[in-house]
């Protein structure tokens, strides 16, 4: 008898694990759900920004800090501000801005609080349509996503 009670609480408390174990799976895969929208979120906003002109609310995504690290064909800036003043020379007035698509390939996390996102970006303007790639590494800072790297060509 005794050995029959001993299987039985082995299969309970395999059970428990596993109920504990699809628990935990499905709360994670919730949150990066929850994490992923608000990542799009943010470029969203972005995108909404640059199409109004308004390039302090495109800025608003990235990290406001003097270790923002944008990397483009002019090579390394670092800072929020430094990269603000650098869009604004380089994109004057809203016919310069143009319209601008993103089209987001993919969104990996890689590590709490830390996630990686490759897209594509393409400006439809009156005399040109420029387009290229972008990657992205954004940690969530007090709650909210920020851009902390973008690399963009």
Known sequence: MKCLTSTA???FMKS?????????ALQLNAQTNQDKAAILKVLEN???????????????GYWKSDSLLFVGKNGPTYGWQKTLDNYKKGYPDKSAM???TFGIKKVEFLAKGS???????HLKREKDDP???FTLLLRKIDGEWKVVVDHSS
């Open 9 to 11: 609480n082995n299969h």
């Open 16 to 24: 428990i694990l596993v109920m504990l174990m699809l628990g935990f």
């Open 46 to 60: 972005q995108r909404q920004g640059w199409n109004k002109g308004d390039m302090e609310r495109y800025m608003q």
């Open 131 to 133: 387009k290229g790639y």
């Open 115 to 121: 996630a990686f996102v490759l897209g594509s970006w």
């Open 98 to 100: 143009g319209f601008l």
